[in-house]
């Protein structure tokens, strides 16, 4: 299985100084200088890079060069933009991101359907997926807080639009003779019903389907609705997508049911979202980042001001806990327990009552194994005990590109079925 990595600009600081914890530029040249997580490595860490257009509404500006070409930024193709080299074999796959309109009645104006069809082309896309609208159970409406169950008429109304939109989509780009692939969007609310989306979407020419709406799905749900799709493409040679779906111990059952490629940010964000899971080892274990906050972060700040402390308190607190991790590592010191004490006193602060008993026991084992010593990665090669520093972006985005690393290189075979 072909695996994608959303983007979400998750790029860093390549000269990032540790030790002084400042940046080697400045922020307006940050997107000059930074660098994505297939720069980092010699052999990328997925197969290629899936690209919402939501983004451009919501984060980048398209403009249009002295012909009326579409540029990001000063780019005129999506790689160039992404640091893709020209004999790379990575792909970049677009699709409307349609989560960002799902409580929308119809997609807005900004995903008509010849737009997106030219922007794909424009930008040379490898792939490109048709416009669709997701079936959740449920939505919210901005100017209301209860959630608005949607009716099984209001679904297949949403059904028959995204299969109406593929065929206009497919036949757009017939007429236009784009060069990318394109992908048929499959929405459905049972088993059957994606079937049947899927049953028409391929009557309509599409080799490649892209099955959405999966994400809140229990895994018996989505092997049940992957068998139905299965019957329906038969012996016929259809590649299939599961949009932003990472189910570990169903890879190999997803494999068998014809699933071709996936999508997932998983191993990267549970580098800083996931309690005592932000570290992954090839054997599959996860281990607790230790949480060295800058000084200056509100929450701490504002407890410790509760508990007695002053700015220069928490200062003195904040370096003794990075020294004595650094110490640790380089084997000046034996004590884990003392560790363990200088880094706790600062940690409470946070007082994240939901973490019981602030990581004791976690920290011990990240310190006792010292995990980071064992992987051959560049990241933790490069930057050593750094690595497992729950503290700002450059630490925990290198974390979460080494977790991506290590799950495309050990962890996605293992389980896929390769």
């Known amino acids: 299985m072909k695996y994608f990595i959303p983007d979400w600009e998750d ?14 530029r400045d922020k307006s040249s940050a997107y000059d200088a930074d ?33 009326g070409k579409k540029k990001i930024r000063r780019f005129s193709s999506i790689k160039d933009y992404l640091r893709i080299n020209k004999n790379s074999n990575l792909k970049v ?10 409580n929308e009645d119809i997609p807005p104006e900004d995903y008509d359907i010849d737009k997106v ?14 416009v669709d609208h997701m079936i959740p159970d449920f939505i919210v409406k901005k100017s209301e807080t209860n959630k608005l169950y949607l009716s099984k008429d209001q679904k297949e109304f949403r059904r028959i639009l995204s299969i109406e939109n593929a065929k206009e989509f497919i036949t757009y780009h017939k007429r236009k003779g784009f060069n990318y ?38 895994d018996e749900e989505i092997i049940e609705i992957l068998k139905e799709v299965k019957k329906v493409i038969g012996k016929r040679e ?26 997932s940010s998983s191993f990267l964000r549970k580098a800083w979202l996931r309690i005592g899971r932000n570290y992954v080892t090839k054997d599959g274990n996860w281990y607790a980042a230790i949480r060295v906050p800058y000084s200056e972060n509100s929450v701490l700040v504002n407890n410790a001001k509760k508990a007695g402390y002053s700015l220069s308190d928490i200062q003195e607190m904040e370096k003794k806990a990075l020294k004595a991790i650094k110490e640790y590592a380089n084997n000046k010191t034996e004590d884990v327990e003392e560790v363990l004490k200088t880094v706790l006193e600062y940690d409470i602060l946070l007082l994240r009552e939901y973490d019981g008993n602030h990581h004791y026991d976690k920290y ?11 992987c051959n990665c560049e990241i933790c090669k490069s930057i050593g005990v750094d690595v497992i520093i729950f503290r700002g972006a450059n630490r925990n985005k290198r974390r979460g590109f080494h977790n991506t690393k290590i799950f495309y290189d050990y962890i996605l075979n293992s389980h896929s079925g390769h």
Request: glycine share 8%; net charge negative; with cysteine.
């Open 35 to 67: 660098i994505y997580s297939h720069q980092v490595f010699v052999t990328p860490p997925y197969d290629g890079i899936l690209i919402s257009l939501s983004v451009f509404k919501n984060k980048l500006n398209l403009t249009l060069d002295e012909n």
């Open 117 to 130: 069809a030219n922007l794909y082309d424009s930008l040379k896309f490898d792939y490109g997926v048709s």
């Open 238 to 263: 259809i590649k299939v997508h599961l949009f932003g779906i990472l189910r570990l111990q169903k890879l190999a059952e997803f494999r068998s049911l014809g699933v071709t490629s996936f999508d």
């Open 181 to 218: 692939i394109p992908i048929g969007a499959v929405q459905g609310y049972s088993p059957e019903t994606y079937a049947d989306s899927a049953a028409q979407v391929i009557s309509m020419g599409y080799s490649y389907i892209g099955i959405g709406t999966l994400v809140p799905k229990s």
């Open 93 to 102: 796959l677009g699709d409307c991101g349609a989560f960002s309109y799902i």
């Open 11 to 24: 790029r860093l600081d390549p000269n990032y100084n540790f030790e002084t914890d400042t940046f080697s």
């Open 364 to 374: 011990k084992k990240t310190l006792i194994d010292r995990p980071w010593e064992k």
